[in-house]
Nanobody, 123 residues
């Protein structure tokens, strides 16, 4: 089982950028597809982006396409989410997730969740 720890959240202004990191423990990180989800107050947790184990397949939610970039460094057991042009609507707790592949992750078949990191975007 892989354990996930997110970091990099914070309070920023609209238009700013942030980079979230998710550090994984365990020797099997490179065998997992990874994803980011987010949950705003009073809303369901929603899919943001996913990346295959080798990085060859990447998918985004329409709401973040063109502004967010997911990437991974298997040598560092870390997955990243670069968020540009942040909007108040991006305010949420962001969660890292591990799964079998990008399709199953998007279908919420999750093998491990992180504890989340708060991102707050002020207008």
């Amino acid at each position: 089982q892989v354990q996930l720890v997110e970091s990099g959240g914070g309070l920023v202004q609209a238009g700013d950028s942030l980079r979230l990191s998710c550090a994984a423990s365990g020797r099997t990180f490179s065998s997992y597809a990874m994803a980011w989800f987010r949950q705003a107050p009073g809303k369901e947790r929603e899919f943001v982006a996913a990346i295959s184990w080798g990085g060859g397949t990447i998918v985004y939610a329409d709401s973040v396409k063109g502004r967010f970039t997911i990437s991974r460094d298997n040598a560092k057991n870390t997955v990243y989410l670069r968020m540009n042009s942040l909007e108040p609507e991006d305010t949420a707790v962001y969660y890292c997730a591990a799964g079998q592949n990008t399709a199953t992750l998007r279908s919420r078949e999750i093998r491990a969740w992180g504890q989340g990191t708060q991102v707050t975007v002020s207008s």
